[in-house]
């Protein structure tokens, strides 16, 4: 078989929010070119799949007006008499919608094959790669053996490829962040898998597979459950979580506004304050990193987030505008916030807020702020708007007047009249300005505002269950010398942990549940018996082997203490360097067996400035661009990274297990 190249391997990662491919290994490794959405639409024909969401609409002037069910009624009657469908009846792709889409993966774990083999066929068709082009597959940890024949025959049968790979998720982060031992914990869509790995090599004991609710989507449910009495919707509360304004908040943070952050000192030093998290200027007035569990803060992503807080009155809720739209009352609804608005500028221009304005406080960080406003993309009232059935013209003109994003704002700003007076120019034939309608072909934007639920995605246990899972199977390793080591290279990705601040709140909690301090050794002497001999006074606290009369080793050393403060000080045990005779040899480990003294996150690698850039919660995409130059170009299968066309021919799907990394 002839060497494979570069420009000619696919890798596929699939999710079961997203899916990522590319095609070509270039010279630096790039973050993923393809990301489409892992869902499908059933197409008419039954057992057949479209990528995107078909709308039928009528465009003609003179089918406007009818009813769908009598256009319907029409081009059957049409069909069945061998004529063509009315001109007035034309299909589209919503790429946005979501409605009636099909996920075929949940939970890590493929749960409709029909529906994954679509979103496959869609996926290698996007890429349209050559002849002879091996795959890659990153597999989910759910999914089983027979699993992974299924998608071998699949790919070999389907795609015609001549060589195949699948590669599991966890070992493809080692080997983008280039640690043979390390603890992978991805979060996801809908769970959290925690992966202990020793030399490259996955621990299947202890190893936490598909834990529910606690992934990206239990969190988007955590903040439907505390916004829902306000008017919140599912979609709100998942662009909510994706917004910079979401935060989650290390353990022992006080909410801002409650009684806890009352009682903190008030900040005089706005500047310190938004860098350093001091209160005020000199000493004392700034938390330590040990008090907060955390590193210390610079200037970066908790200085200046979002709109000031204007202050003026609380929002009990949000409006649905879809349904006031469908209701006819769109003219109502714009008409009152177009008097809102007037009335804000005449007060302002009065100087009734003069006052107000002397007496506002400097700007604060997000983690301060009771209320915070976000931009919420309204696909609800999309929809409603295309359910209408209106015209070209008639549609541009309704989103150009409920959209309130910024481009609605530096319009009104410039020429103070409505965006549909100032962009919609018709046309001598009719047609209408293709600048107004590129301009107003995305989503309606909506300024949504919220209180301090925002810091509240990861409450309700979903942290202290990660933490539970995390040290179930790092204790379940064998060798009790790694679990030190695989307590130091934690690995947090996966796109569920891109909420900001969730990896410093779940380290805060790990430390806060397990974390002991190394200078905890002496809980062991609280618990000696009396006739036990005391620890000579070497300036440690570390216990020092007493000789018996004969000069042989006594007895009344803690034999467990003595394992404990020196397997890792060597120069500490008594001369000869061998430990005492009395001591047992499954007592001889260098570190405590179960609590861990040091928890630290393992170091991104630093040669990718491309992924460094949108960071590695995908690190899994990068592992796999390293190991597919390892195994297809460096390699090339003597070391059977990788399944070939003949060794598939000979040996059928099941063959797959000899070949996977």
Wanted: hydrophobic fraction near 35%; charge should be negative.
């Amino acid at each position: 078989m002839p060497p494979f190249k570069d420009e000619q391997i696919i890798i596929i990662a699939p999710g079961s929010e997203t899916t990522v491919a590319q095609l070509g290994l270039p010279e630096s490794f790039t973050p993923a070119r393809l990301r489409v959405r892992s869902r499908m639409f059933p197409a008419e024909k039954e057992g057949e799949w479209e990528p995107y969401k078909v709308r039928r609409r009528i465009d003609a002037v003179g089918k406007k007006s009818m009813a769908q069910e009598e256009v319907d009624e029409i081009n059957d009657m049409k069909k069945t008499f061998g004529e063509s469908e009315d001109d007035g009846i034309i299909y589209e792709e919503d790429p946005i919608s979501e409605e009636g889409a099909v996920w075929p993966i949940s939970e890590g774990r493929i749960v409709n094959w029909t529906c994954f083999f679509a979103l496959m066929t869609h996926v290698y068709n996007t890429l349209n790669p050559p002849f002879h082009t091996p795959i890659l597959l990153i597999t989910q940890p759910a999914w089983t053996p027979r699993e992974h024949e299924k998608l071998t025959q699949f790919f070999f049968e389907k795609f015609k490829t001549p060589a195949f790979s699948l590669l599991d998720a966890a070992i493809a982060t080692s080997w983008a962040y280039g640690t043979h031992t390390s603890t992978v914990i991805d979060v996801g869509k809908g769970k959290v898998d925690v992966t202990a790995i020793s030399e490259f090599l996955p621990h299947g004991t202890g190893r936490v597979i598909a834990l529910p609710g606690c992934g990206g989507e239990a969190m988007t449910q955590r903040l439907l459950t505390l916004l829902r009495s306000k008017g919140f919707t599912r979609e709100m509360c998942e662009q909510l979580k994706k917004n910079p304004i979401c935060e989650i908040l290390p353990v022992g943070t006080a909410l801002p506004g409650t009684a806890d952050a009352s009682a903190q000192d008030a900040i005089t030093n706005p500047a310190a304050a938004a860098s350093t998290g001091a209160t005020a200027s000199g000493p004392g007035h700034r938390e330590t990193a040990a008090a907060l569990g955390i590193a210390p803060r610079g200037p970066g992503p908790d200085t200046d987030v979002g709109d000031e807080a204007n202050g003026d009155d609380d929002n009990e809720g949000v409006l649905d505008v879809a349904s006031i739209v469908a209701g006819g009352k769109m003219n109502e609804y714009l008409a009152r916030k177009d008097k809102e608005k007037q009335d804000k500028a005449a007060a302002k221009k009065k100087g009734t807020d003069a006052a107000s304005a002397q007496s506002r406080p400097a700007r604060l960080p997000n983690s301060k702020r009771e209320r915070a406003t976000f931009m919420y993309e309204d696909h609800l009232l999309l929809d409603t708007l295309k359910g209408m059935n209106l015209s070209s013209k008639g549609m541009a003109d309704a989103q150009a007047a409920l959209d309130e994003g910024p481009q609605r704002k530096n319009q009104d700003a410039e020429q103070g009249d409505s965006i549909v007076e100032q962009r919609l120019a018709i046309e001598p034939n009719g047609t209408i300005d293709s600048a107004f309608t590129s301009a107003h072909t995305g989503p309606i934007r909506r300024e949504i505002e919220v209180g301090i639920e925002r810091f509240q995605a990861g409450s309700g246990g979903i942290l202290e269950r990660i933490a539970d899972a995390i040290y179930r199977t790092i204790s379940a390793i064998e060798e009790v010398n790694k679990r030190s080591e695989l307590w130091d290279s934690l690995i947090i990705c996966g796109n569920g942990s891109k909420i900001r601040g969730f990896k410093d709140a779940l380290m805060s909690t790990l430390q806060t549940k397990y974390l002991i301090s190394p200078s905890s050794a002496t809980i062991f002497t609280s618990e000696l018996p009396s006739n036990m001999s005391t620890p000579a006074g070497t300036g440690t606290n570390t216990p020092q082997p007493q000789l018996a009369p004969h000069g042989t080793s006594s007895s009344q050393v803690n034999p467990l203490l003595l394992a404990a403060t020196t397997a890792q000080n060597p120069y500490l045990l008594p001369p000869g360097g061998t430990a005492l005779p009395s001591m047992h040899s499954h007592n001889a480990h260098s570190s405590h067996g179960q609590t861990p003294t040091s928890i630290k996150i393992a170091k991104p690698p630093e040669y990718f400035p491309e992924w460094k850039d949108v960071g590695y919660d995908e690190a899994a995409f990068l592992g796999a661009q390293v190991a597919a130059k390892v195994i297809f170009i460096v390699d090339q299968g003597l070391n059977k990274g990788y399944m070939t066309r003949p060794d598939y021919n000979d040996q059928g799907p099941t063959g797959i297990h000899y070949y996977s990394l």
